[in-house]
């Protein structure tokens, strides 16, 4: 079922979200794609995408490990810390953070949706998302494993960034002149 509603009364004319959090619809931005809900796969049969904690071998140097880093959001408040990072072991790069939201509850946060401040000492810069205000992390959708993370759950939690670019705010959604 689509939860919107067209913005005219002529064929294709754009949707609007009609759900209780417009972020989690599926609509512009924020849409997303049915993909299979199994995790990633290396070529040699380990889970692609998975935190540090799990993942032997990878490290971060001190001076650039954002562990321990406040995530802000657009509101300039504090949503949550990192505490881990989730690296793609095909490609050797850090894919997601983990957050610590305030609320006790952890959620990923895509790279790309982070402005990342360095700190004079380790652990002392901080993560901007301009993407979210701090109390819409909350809605980020879950992981149903700690330690792993599906193609579905991917595609749904970088939606709900998306859908926040346009939806986080009403004044997002108003054309510009």
Request: proline share 8%.
């Amino acid at each position: 079922v689509l939860a919107a509603r067209p913005t005219a009364k002529f064929p294709g004319a754009p949707l609007t979200p009609t759900g209780a959090n417009p972020m989690l619809d599926s609509i512009g931005p924020g849409s997303w794609a049915e993909r299979g809900d199994a995790p990633e796969m290396t070529y040699d049969n380990h889970l692609k995408i998975v935190p540090v904690r799990v993942a032997t071998g990878y490290a971060c140097s001190a001076k650039e490990d954002p562990r321990g880093y406040d995530v802000i959001g657009a509101d300039r408040k504090v949503a949550g810390k990192v505490v881990d990072l989730w690296v793609d072991r095909s490609e050797a790069l850090i894919r997601y953070f983990e957050v610590a939201l305030t609320s006790g509850r952890s959620v990923l946060l895509p790279v790309t949706f982070s402005d990342i401040t360095r700190g004079v000492k380790p652990g002392m810069g901080h993560i901007k998302v301009e993407a979210l205000l701090a109390n819409q992390f909350a809605d980020v959708p879950a992981l149903r494993k700690p330690d792993s993370v599906t193609r579905l759950e991917e595609e749904r939690i970088c939606a709900y960034y998306g859908a926040g670019t346009l939806y986080a705010t009403p004044d997002r959604a108003e054309p510009l002149l």
